[in-house]
């Protein structure tokens, strides 16, 4: 079992020399490990799986010309030298290792260049989607925090409520779906497979100096991911049925506004989803601002003239606009 802290000791921006050691040390000394042109890693475990992980082997780091000093503290791993940790997406990949080496069943994909564009994954989507034959389910080990299983990656919907809800209450502790997700690799699958998340796998502020992975909740991560039943997770996103907003991103016109075809509530947030701009949040944070002024102004007015009676908020008060003097 490979260790986790060691591991964390090379800063690997990618295409450094300190990537290619990294990955010849950790990942090519597993037997039966796949190299793909674009040089993303791959091993199969078990027969008819139809789930896969992911995780990325570059971090963002500037200086990668020698190894790093890791830290640990309270089962915490944390730096001092004002670069990144590189928890993201380090231990991903160590997540993956161990579950790899206990020969638990899936596909793994070890991507290539994901901090820089995701373009390890684009060119298995765009030129190898052969790869991902059969395969129903793609689960990134990517995301910060304790809690989250995303539907939702820049906004637009990567998998169903449903397989993420099953994930979470299968994983346990404080999982719960979210829709709050930026980029990862599996967004790059979700236009041809169904249920695509990524899952929150305990380091914090990472792209920063402040970055710092929970160790403790690493180790437990990797025991309850073998405990979920990734076989019988429900599949109910049709992959067919979003992948509007991709034309539109590759500049061709939007047409005039249209209703949107589904609203969901999650939380305090609603998304409607329109056909020509996927998955957008009910309430633009522009709209928020200017009522808050608006709100501030009127209460100093109500304050200014409440002695003399005026109120202009109640439709019951037969005094309202009404000056009393
Ligand atoms: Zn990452």
Redesign the pocket.
């Known amino acids: 079992m490979s260790n986790l802290v060691e591991m964390l000791t090379y800063p690997r921006k990618a295409s450094t020399q300190m990537e290619e050691l990294f990955i010849h040390k950790y990942i090519d000394s597993i037997g039966g490990m796949k190299k793909d042109s674009f040089g993303n890693r791959i091993i199969r475990i078990g027969n008819d799986v139809d789930w896969c992980f992911t995780s990325?082997t570059d971090t963002v780091h500037h200086d990668c010309s020698k190894r790093q000093e890791v830290y640990t503290d309270a089962g915490y791993a944390y730096k001092l030298d004002g670069e990144p940790l590189g928890g993201?997406?380090t231990t991903?990949v160590w997540l993956m290792l161990n579950l790899i080496h206990d020969r638990f069943p899936g596909l793994y994909i070890f991507h290539r260049e994901?901090?820089i564009g995701g373009r390890g994954s684009r060119y298995i989507a765009s030129s190898t989607p052969e790869l991902m034959d059969g395969i129903r389910k793609v689960i990134s080990l990517?995301r910060k925090g304790y809690g989250d299983v995303l539907t939702h990656q820049s906004g637009i919907r990567c998998c169903s409520y449903e397989f993420a809800y099953e994930i979470a209450r299968q994983l346990g502790g404080e999982y719960k779906p979210s829709q709050r997700g930026v980029f990862?690799d599996s967004a790059n699958y979700d236009y041809f497979i169904p249920e695509c998340t990524n899952l929150s796998i305990g380091y914090f502020n990472?792209h920063s100096s402040q970055e710092i992975q929970d160790l403790v909740f690493a180790e437990d991560l990797c025991r309850r991911m073998k405990r979920v039943n990734w076989e019988r997770l429900p599949v109910f996103r049709d992959a067919n049925e979003f992948d509007d907003w991709r034309s539109s991103t590759r500049g061709q016109k939007r047409t005039e506004k249209k209703k949107p075809r589904y609203t969901e509530q999650l939380g305090e947030v609603t998304w409607n989803y329109y056909p020509d701009r996927g998955w957008v949040s009910k309430e633009p944070k522009k709209k928020k601002k200017t009522k808050k002024k608006k709100k501030e102004k009127k209460t100093d007015f109500d304050m200014f003239y409440s002695f003399g009676g005026y109120n202009d908020d109640d439709d019951d008060n037969p005094y309202d606009n009404y000056w009393w003097w």
């Open positions: 990325h993201d997406d991903g994901e901090e990517d990862s990472a």
